[in-house]
């Protein structure tokens, strides 16, 4: 089939929220697009519910993620603008360890290499300032301004908005089962349960199903079962607000690292928290994820907040569900063609810490399928890194 004889330039497939990006930004390029997801919109089974999402600037896991979160926070706002939602309150973002720990000292390294805005707090004024944290006096905290809370499911409408304003044809319920890149790479075939589909060029967008669906076996991810508590503080909520009560992650040593969330508007009574590694991850599939909450977990987040927010770790257990990590051994993400088919671009912006990304993501997963390159610095999300150069 000619380019023009197809009914499609690109399929993404999986429009959670890499793809609903993804779609948004090849759409409004005036790319003809179809979306394939197998659930409905903004639905709680991958890795993008929950209501709350943590974006920060100055970066613990790399200073190199900083440039790309400039534009992430750009591209958050110009969809706000567009669509008319709100998806992002700042609310400032405190950063708690041991100085030596990888929080604070990525923390500071990231803010110091930006030149960012922030302020290193010891434990007695880190108390002073949010009275809701009992630190131990070892520990400091480093507070910047820019940190605050994305709605995952509105971030994902709202970009399926905008894919389907500049004539995206975007289709749930329609489960992918292969793909096929055509005699000579002219193009691309893609399966379902319903028909066969072709374009020029092919999106991977799957989330925790990507395992499978990359054919990629020299790419090592692990997909990890996570679990989010919201908890009725004792006393109430009001020191919960956002304008008194920052997200923050709290880094226990040991590899555990807690993290959580102001009290939000109109949503689930109580005040989310969770662990962000716990040092010893549970390892799922889509398929066997255990989606039940046990007694056993829930004494284990309060036991990890009890010396650090004591109103919380008292609290009543308001809600609790399971979330996927998709990982990758240095929690570094994936994303950039697919070494036996530059057709065929693959994102995996996971690890525990893709979303606030998004935005940014969609706007390099366009540049890649339609230039086959991209100006962000995306070096660090080579798919190929961990099976050396001879696969190539
Ligand atoms: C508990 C938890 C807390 C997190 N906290 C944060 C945080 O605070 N900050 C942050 O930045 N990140 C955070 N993350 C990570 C972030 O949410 C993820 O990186 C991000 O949601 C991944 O998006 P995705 O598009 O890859 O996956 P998803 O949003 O899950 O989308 C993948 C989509 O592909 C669809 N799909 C898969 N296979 C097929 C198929 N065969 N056919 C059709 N459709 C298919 C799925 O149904 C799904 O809709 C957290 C993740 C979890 C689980």
């Known amino acids: 089939m000619t380019a023009a004889a197809r009914p499609f330039d690109v399929i993404v497939v999986g429009l959670g929220a ?10 409004a390029r005036g790319q003809r697009v179809l979306g394939l997801e197998q659930y409905q919109p903004a639905h709680d089974q991958g890795s993008s519910h929950g209501h709350s999402r943590v ?25 706000e603008r567009e669509t008319g939602t709100r998806l992002l309150t700042v609310t400032g973002g405190l950063m708690v360890g041991r100085p030596d720990s990888e929080v604070v000292r990525g923390t500071l390294e990231s803010a110091r290499l930006h030149d960012l ?14 009275p809701t944290f009992t630190p ?10 820019h940190a605050g809370v994305l709605r995952p499911e509105a971030c994902v409408q709202a970009h399926l908005a905008v894919a389907a304003s500049h004539g995206a044809d975007l289709r749930f ?47 090592p991810l692990e997909v990890e079962r996570q679990v989010l508590f919201w908890l009725d503080p004792v006393g109430g ?30 949503l689930p009574d109580g005040v989310k928290v969770a662990f962000f590694r716990t040092g010893r991850g549970t390892r799922c599939t889509p398929q066997t994820i255990d989606r039940e909450v046990h007694a056993s977990e829930v004494t284990m987040m309060r036991e990890a907040i009890a010396d650090v927010i004591p109103s919380l770790a008292g609290g ?11 990982l990758t051994p240095d929690h570094h993400f994936v994303i950039g063609p697919h070494p036996r088919h530059p057709q065929v671009i693959l994102a995996s912006p996971c690890s525990g810490h893709g979303f606030k990304f998004a935005s940014v993501v969609g706007e390099i997963l366009a540049d890649l399928a339609t230039a086959g390159t991209t100006a962000h610095p995306i070096a660090l999300f080579d798919p190929l890194r961990f099976a050396g150069t001879s696969a190539r």
Do not use: K, N
């Open 55 to 79: 974006i920060r600037l100055a970066y613990f896991e790399h200073p190199s993620y900083v440039p790309l979160l400039r534009r992430a926070y750009a591209l958050w706002g110009d969809l």
């Open 136 to 145: 131990a006096p070892d520990l400091v905290g480093v507070f910047e301004p």
């Open 18 to 27: 890499m793809g609903s990006a993804a779609a948004a930004h090849l759409a």
């Open 173 to 219: 319920g329609e489960r992918v089962t292969g793909w096929t890149v055509l005699a000579g790479g002219d193009g691309v075939e893609v399966q379902t349960q319903q028909e066969t589909h072709a374009a020029g060029r092919l999106v991977l967008a799957p989330g925790a199903w990507a395992p499978d669906l990359f054919a990629l076996p020299q790419l």
């Open 237 to 266: 909520t009001a020191p919960f607000t956002p304008d008194r009560f920052p997200v923050y992650v709290w880094d226990h040593g040991a590899g555990v690292q807690v993290y959580g969330f102001p009290a939000q508007d109109g």
């Open 316 to 326: 009543e257990l308001r809600a609790a569900t399971t979330c996927m990590y998709t």
């Open 117 to 130: 805005p922030h302020e290193t707090l010891d434990a007695g004024a880190l108390q002073r300032r949010f």
